[in-house]
């Protein structure tokens, strides 16, 4: 069964520090999503993208976030300059063609632990 | 600000009861889904409600979507401690992503 596949699923970084976390999407999906959840927290969305833009994105994904679609299969999520307070799971989700407004399944990733030392 | 509160946040039974949790918001939502998720794994898909008033039912789980779409219920008949997780409903909270709810954390004992 497709699978939407997460790297690293395990990083340490220093405060100050970029990172960037990886995603390979469903192949046939064209919607592509981060979620985040702070250890104990609820699912919290961060950014959707479509047709190699930014579709929509919540007040937590500020100018210290970007994503990217470098090429045909991999979407990214970097963190500039990492805080304390970014470290979270990280979630990469993907879609087929139309947003979850008619109900489309979107599929997650196991996640990315960032802990920000 | 769309919000989806879940109900009980924790539930610790007895293998053989049954259970039903609670999804609610003073939003409408045009789709909602229920997810359980696995200590350091992501959410898994288990149902998908669209339609007001909607009943699915995936073996031993029924979900039921509000007829207003504004609310959700899971219920568990004879839980099993391979039910034990974390429950999560989500709405669609526009075109382009869910709104995840507060969780519910599940534990069945044996």
């Known amino acids: 069964e497709p699978e939407v596949t997460q790297t690293p699923s395990h990083q340490v970084t220093q405060m100050g520090q970029e990172v960037i976390l990886r995603c390979v999407p469903i192949s046939n999906h064209l919607y592509f999503y981060w979620y985040r959840q702070i250890l104990g927290q609820k699912v919290e969305f961060l950014v959707s993208f479509y047709n190699n833009e930014i579709s929509e994105k919540s007040e937590i994904f500020d100018d210290q976030f970007s994503v990217e679609r470098p090429d045909g299969s991999n979407f990214t999520l970097k963190i500039r300059s990492t805080k304390l307070e970014d470290s979270a799971m990280y979630f990469c989700a993907s879609s087929v063609i139309i947003g979850p407004g008619s109900g489309n399944t979107i599929y997650f990733g196991e996640g990315s632990w960032l802990t920000v030392v | 600000t769309q919000l989806l509160e879940q109900s009980p946040q924790f539930l610790s039974i007895q293998e053989g009861e049954n259970l039903t949790v609670y999804c609610n918001s003073s939003?409408?939502?045009?789709?909602l889904q229920w997810y359980r998720q696995e200590p350091g794994e992501g959410p898994v898909l288990l149902v998908t409600v669209v339609t007001g008033g909607e009943v699915k039912k995936l073996k031993r789980l029924t979900f039921q979507f509000g007829d207003a779409r504004k609310d959700s219920s899971l219920h568990i008949t004879a839980a099993q401690p391979g039910d034990t997780g974390l429950y999560l409903c989500?709405?669609?909270?526009?075109?382009?992503?869910?709104?995840f709810g507060t969780g519910t954390r599940l534990k069945v004992l044996a």
């Open positions: 939003s409408v939502f045009s789709s």
């Open positions: 989500a709405g669609a909270g526009g075109t382009y992503k869910y709104i």
